[in-house]
């Protein structure tokens, strides 16, 4: 099974959202703080509307310039050995049509007390001029506040956490191959509550539930974007039928 190892998408940078932390953009931060809310474009229709994501991608920026370079977490390195260890997928440079894979750690503001972090493959393939994208993201255990990522981590969390990132990645490849050979099919439906999923305001979303191992929540989501595939840790959501 072939794959070209590719950057994340920068289009990933042009909304009020999200930003890279480091310049090989495999590092991209989230965060929906500023702004009144769902409530500004109810009171003011279009124009608040505009406003509030103004806000809101003013403290994204304001943000990734404060954490920009604080993790030392070589996450290029990481995706690239937990692939060595399968022997089945092959790097391909030449081929348009392999896999595109685009490995990130995901950080993610809930507060300014709580940004989480999670190892995330986009999956980009391109059959008969059709695109489809698939994302695969692993919560990891680590929570740490704005102000003790600025302050820069000690030697001992980022190893912590690059053992995390790569241990996300191994359950990544695992279940991309099982997606791949057709095995990985959810079927049971349900209603999850995260915010991790949707920080800020929690808005309930519909999948599918899956068995994702001791203490994890598995949850797959399908919207005409892409189809996301979560596991998460087995506190930080709850599911409903």
Do not use: C
Request: no cysteine; glycine share 8%; proline share 4%.
């Amino acid at each position: 099974m072939r794959y070209t190892l590719t950057s994340f998408p920068e289009s990933y940078e042009s909304d009020e959202l999200r930003r890279f932390l480091d310049d090989k953009r495999s590092i991209l931060y989230m965060q929906n703080q500023g702004g009144g809310g769902v409530a500004v474009g109810l009171l003011f229709g279009a124009l608040g509307a505009l406003a509030n994501a103004e806000m809101i991608k003013k403290q994204t920026t304001q943000d990734a310039e404060a954490l920009k370079g604080k993790l030392s977490v070589d996450v290029n390195q990481l995706f690239k050995a937990t692939l060595a260890s399968v022997p089945s997928l092959m790097p391909e440079q030449s081929d348009a049509s392999a896999p595109r894979f685009s490995p990130v750690l995901y950080v993610e503001k809930i507060d300014d007390d709580h940004i989480r972090f999670a190892s995330l493959l986009y999956v980009s393939n391109e059959v008969s001029g059709k695109k489809s994208v698939r994302q695969y993201i692993y919560e990891l255990p680590e929570s740490y506040s704005k102000s003790e990522l600025q302050s820069g981590l000690t030697t001992d969390q980022t190893t912590r956490l690059g053992a995390d990132t790569q241990e996300g990645f191994k359950w990544i490849v695992s279940t991309y191959l099982s997606d791949q050979a057709g095995t990985f099919n959810p079927q049971e439906k349900g209603v999850i509550h995260s915010d991790f999923l949707t920080p800020r305001i929690q808005i309930p979303l519909n999948g599918y539930r899956f068995d994702a191992g001791s203490d994890r929540i598995g949850f797959a989501t399908v919207t005409r974007v892409a189809t996301t595939i979560y596991s998460l840790p087995a506190d930080a959501a709850t599911i409903t039928n």
